[in-house]
């Protein structure tokens, strides 16, 4: 069983910025993709970007173009969502979601989400 | 980006009763596209992906349709565990998007 767990809860200062990661356990072999979705308060799903460790490509959303970063460590099965400049409209649970990376693409599995808090 | 668009935006329904959610594309998607549940404070689980092939463990008391533009997901037989944020989402072209959810309450 495929199980993505993310680490703790942040509160940072406006401006600062934010690393999430997500560790894969059970089934890893490395054709997935790790992407990245956050949730603000009471909102729906956005994405933010994908890596795919196997190949080293990593792509992004246009609106979060300038401001993430994503990374894999494929030693550790582990992927990384770091976030700049964060201001409060920041402010969400951000998951980690396996996609398979072929097509179509669909996200099978999803981690338990990091809250990010960036006070006004 | 494709902009996703999901009908109703929240709906109430009775233990048993049969429900069906549409999503509707800005453009032609072909099929992909897939249904997510979110239950309160938990991660979206896969429900349905390529418009219609049911995930691996989920009841087939779920079913989803259509291509192109137009979706649909059927719930029948709802269990009050069916109380959630219904989400679609379309991976034909990046950025991926999802629809603004539906939520789904069960009297």
């Known amino acids: 069983q495929v199980q993505l767990v993310q680490s703790g809860a942040e509160v940072k200062k406006p401006g600062s910025s934010v690393k999430v990661s997500c560790k894969a356990s059970g089934d890893t072999s490395n054709t997935y993709a790790i992407n990245w979705v956050r949730q603000a308060p009471g909102q729906g799903l956005e994405w933010m970007g994908r890596?795919?460790?196997?190949?080293?490509?990593?792509i992004y959303a246009q609106k979060f173009q300038d401001r993430v970063t994503i990374t894999a460590d494929k030693s550790s099965n582990s992927a990384y969502m770091e976030l700049s400049s964060l201001n409060s409209a920041d402010t969400a649970v951000y998951y980690c979601?396996?996609?398979?990376?072929?097509?179509?693409?669909?996200?099978?599995?999803w981690g338990q989400g990091t809250v990010v808090t960036v006070p006004p | 980006d494709i902009q996703m668009t999901q009908s109703p935006s929240s709906l109430s329904v009775s233990v048993g009763d049969r429900v069906t959610i549409t999503c509707r594309a800005s453009e032609i998607i072909g099929t992909y596209l897939n249904w997510y549940r979110q239950q309160p404070g938990k991660a979206p689980e896969l429900l349905i992906y390529t418009a219609s092939t049911l995930q691996s463990g989920v009841p087939s008391t779920f079913s989803g349709s259509g291509s192109g533009t137009d979706f649909t997901l059927t719930i029948s037989g709802l269990l009050p565990q069916d109380s959630a944020i219904y989400f679609c989402q379309q991976t034909y072209s990046s950025p991926y998007t999802f629809g603004q959810g539906t939520k789904l309450e069960i009297k």
């Open positions: 890596i795919m460790p196997f190949v080293d490509i990593v």
């Open positions: 979601a396996r996609g398979v990376a072929g097509d179509p693409d669909y996200f099978d599995y």
